[in-house]
């Protein structure tokens, strides 16, 4: 198994574990969009309490990538990401940009 179907099945496992319904193929296809930055400890994860990291998310992938620019959706997305994983500290980034990519109907830019 590569790397890449490691990272894919940790997030794809995470979703199972927490109860959330998730497009694998979506998720198959952020995770290539995302690039290198799935396979560092730290740019992995999403830390939602980090409010640059949140202003960084919007502006760069909900505005930049998926063209988002409603800002109550898009805080909405990312709320909508953060209650999914609950209490759980690791948000995988793959599967929380999903579920923002999800909640504001924009899997149309990954076909």
């Not at 995770?31 to 799935?38: D, M, N, Q, V």
């Not at 309490?49 to 998310?57: A, C, N």
């Not at 990401?81 to 929380?96: D, E, P, Q, V």
Request: aromatic share 8%; net charge positive.
């Amino acid at each position: 198994m590569s790397k890449f179907e490691e990272k894919v099945n940790e997030s794809l496992d995470a979703a199972k574990t927490l109860g959330i319904k998730v497009d694998s193929s979506l998720l198959t296809k952020v995770a290539k969009a995302l690039g290198p930055s799935i396979y560092k400890v730290d740019s992995a994860l999403v830390a939602s309490s980090d409010k640059t990291e949140i202003e960084r998310l919007k502006k760069n992938f909900l505005e930049g990538k998926l063209g988002s620019s409603d800002d109550s959706k898009n805080n909405a997305a990312i709320a909508h990401a953060t209650k999914a994983f609950g209490s759980s500290r690791k948000k995988y980034r793959i599967l929380f940009y999903t579920l923002c990519v999800e909640f504001l109907g924009k899997s149309g830019i990954y076909k």
